[in-house]
Nanobody, 119 residues
Framework: QVQLVESGGGLVQAGGSLRLSCVVS??????MGWYRQAPGKQRELVAT???????NLADSVKGRFTISRDNAKRTVNLQMNSLKPEDTAVYYC???????????????WGQGTQVTVSS
């Protein structure tokens, strides 16, 4: 069974920072990403990172958020700076492709971690 376990969410004041981490119980292949879903809204892409390290960030977070990955440690991180109340959402980690001793898993999601930014 494969798992993506997120951590690092919490409550922070506007202008503050948080660092989200996602640990994968398997070998990571392909893209990794962070998505978020605010109450009453659809899930949206925040940032993705390829196996080669190329990144893609939503316009709303460019210049404030940074995504990184460490394949050896099986982690992907999202550094969030200058947080705004509109960043409040549940943040989800996603993996394109993971290999474990049980086999291959595709489009895997974590359980989510809550980020709340107060004004």
């Amino acid at each position: 069974q494969v798992q993506l376990v997120e951590s690092g969410g919490g409550l922070v004041q506007a202008g503050g920072s948080l660092r989200l981490s996602c640990v994968v119980s398997g070998s990571i292949f392909g893209n990794m990403g962070w998505y978020r879903q605010a109450p009453g809204k659809q899930r949206e892409l925040v940032a993705t990172i390829s196996s080669g390290g190329s990144t893609n960030l939503a316009d709303s977070v460019k210049g404030r958020f940074t995504i990184s990955r460490d394949n050896a440690k099986r982690t992907v991180n999202l550094q969030m700076n200058s947080l705004k109340p509109e960043d409040t959402a549940v943040y989800y980690c996603n993996a394109d492709k993971i290999y474990t001793t049980s086999g291959w898993y595709y489009n895997v999601w974590g359980q989510g971690t809550q980020v709340t930014v107060s004004s």
